[in-house]
């Protein structure tokens, strides 16, 4: 604990001195100012993107795309979204392909997403940390080791000059959310807030297919495959028995497999075939992109979910009217340059804009940092947390999720204050939820995957209203 505290102290006094050093820096709300995207239908409402200078010395700074609520923006709280990777893009990925205001469509033009989540509040998207996404460090030693110290305390610094440049927001009531690996972002970013005692009116945090325990997290991928049908009875118990899945993670990541995992790992790519899409199994994949060089999820065991843009036909939609090459169409939208010139963006010692960052490192033993504990702070601090589990995911699945946020209650002992039961939304089954305390809550999403406001949009909307209003999901 004790060194916590120092950690805490050296974070509070680093971002006091970037912030001396960045406020010269910090250009006008005004010129941040979007007329409009190419392709963009009509709308009332504003948007806004750009960057905010983390170090000036170093020039690293941070991109942004911020759209003001779709009807009275001035009553609606302020909302934060972080995408995981670690180093994925929170405007490809967030934004573009699940609950920004506009998805990319056939041709050159964008369409409205119906369950934007800016229909219920003030939606900011954060790339992060610098060598994601169009945010960059002029300094490229930068990228040599990013690890979470680094992304809570660039985040903070960001948020603290966002609202000297957006000030009418730091009276908003103020939400941090986020997916997979914001299991760490956002947590780490909410306690450091909360730490420092900055005046933000932090109410709640949502964090969605979250990394809280990696040993627990990453081992349940073994109960799912089973139960979902996706490998044998002898593999599973292989699973079991020779090699779990969090020791094939790690020495997947050293770069050295022993001779037991190359022997799990072989059955398990000869029973789980390419065209099962581990983050949404029950999903077809978008096929017309099947031979692409482009990884659209960052994760280190997955080679096999590479994308490329080759221009292709539509694909049919499934689900709730899901198109399944919306992260291609993203990707490809985002790389035209008169795009980038609408959102203000630049491409800093890169070629091409790409969903996951392909010149930051990071450090990969920060993915063994329990964040679980971080989030019990949160909830003993008042701040109200949601975890959301799309239940279609395999990479980080709910019966690992479930777990943990059981544990976590009782370890808390916070009484069960509604017990777990279905939701619904359109007199369909949404999911299933259980209420702890009244503070912290554990939904699932059904037919939810990895990015469940992409596959789930409508349910996840849903969730996301009862969320920020504090209500119960109806049963």
């Not at 505290?5 to 960045?22: F, K, R």
């Not at 945010?135 to 030693?141: K, P």
């Not at 970013?189 to 969605?208: C, E, M, P, Q, T």
Request: proline share 5%; with cysteine.
């Amino acid at each position: 604990m004790q060194s916590q505290s120092w950690i805490i102290l050296l974070a509070v006094i680093y971002i006091i001195l970037m912030q001396l050093c960045t406020a010269e820096g910090l250009s006008s709300k005004e010129e941040d100012k979007m007329a409009s995207l190419p392709g963009q239908p009509p709308v009332s409402f504003q948007q806004y993107a750009g960057y905010i200078t983390i170090d000036q010395k170093q020039q690293r700074a941070l991109f942004y795309y911020f759209v003001e609520a779709e009807t009275e923006p001035a009553s609606k709280p302020l909302v934060l979204w972080l995408n995981g990777g670690p180093g994925c893009s929170s405007v490809g990925a967030g934004a573009f392909s699940e609950h920004g205001p506009f998805r990319p469509s056939g041709g050159e033009k964008l369409v409205i997403n119906e369950y934007s989540w800016n229909k219920e509040a003030n939606m900011l998207y954060l790339e992060s940390p610098a060598g994601v996404g169009f945010s960059y460090s002029a300094n490229t030693s930068f990228y040599v080791s990013v690890n979470d110290t680094i992304t809570a305390q660039d985040n903070l610094i960001f948020l603290q000059q966002w609202f000297v440049k957006f000030p009418e927001y730091k009276s908003r009531d103020f939400f941090i959310t986020g997916e997979s690996y914001a299991g760490h972002y956002v947590p780490q970013l909410a306690k450091l807030i909360v730490d420092s005692g900055l005046n933000f009116r932090l109410k709640g945090i949502a964090i969605g297919n979250p990394l809280l325990e990696f040993n627990t997290d990453i081992n349940s991928e073994g109960d799912y495959y089973w139960s979902h049908s996706l490998i044998s009875d002898a593999t599973y118990e292989l699973v079991n028995s020779v090699c779990n899945i969090s020791q094939l993670w790690r020495e997947s990541i050293r770069g050295s497999l022993s001779a037991a995992c190359k022997a799990v790992n072989a059955q398990l790519s000869s029973e789980i075939p390419y065209e099962i899409d581990n983050y949404d199994v029950t999903a077809d994949v978008c096929v017309d992109y099947l031979q692409s060089q482009f990884t659209v999820h960052n994760h280190p065991l997955r080679p096999k979910f590479q994308f490329s843009l080759q221009e292709g036909s539509d694909q049919p939609e499934a689900g709730e009217n899901v198109d399944l090459c919306i992260q291609e169409k993203s990707y490809h939208y985002l790389n035209r340059k008169d795009v980038q010139e609408a959102l203000h963006a630049q491409l800093v010692g890169i070629s091409n804009w790409s969903f996951c960052s392909r010149v930051m490192h990071y450090e990969r033993q920060n993915l063994e940092i329990p964040t679980i504990d971080v989030v019990g702070s949160l909830v003993s601090s008042g701040i109200r947390v949601l975890v959301y589990s799309g239940d279609q995911d395999s990479v980080i699945p709910f019966l690992g999720t479930r777990i943990l946020v059981n544990g976590l209650a009782k370890e808390l002992k916070l009484n069960t204050t509604a017990t777990y039961r279905p939701w619904f939304e359109d007199k369909q089954v949404g999911g299933w939820t259980q209420v702890y305390g009244q503070i912290l809550t554990f939904t699932t999403i059904r037919d939810g995957s990895h990015m469940a406001p992409f596959s789930s949009p409508k349910r996840s909307l849903a969730l996301f209203k009862a969320f920020l209003a504090g209500i119960p999901l109806a049963n």
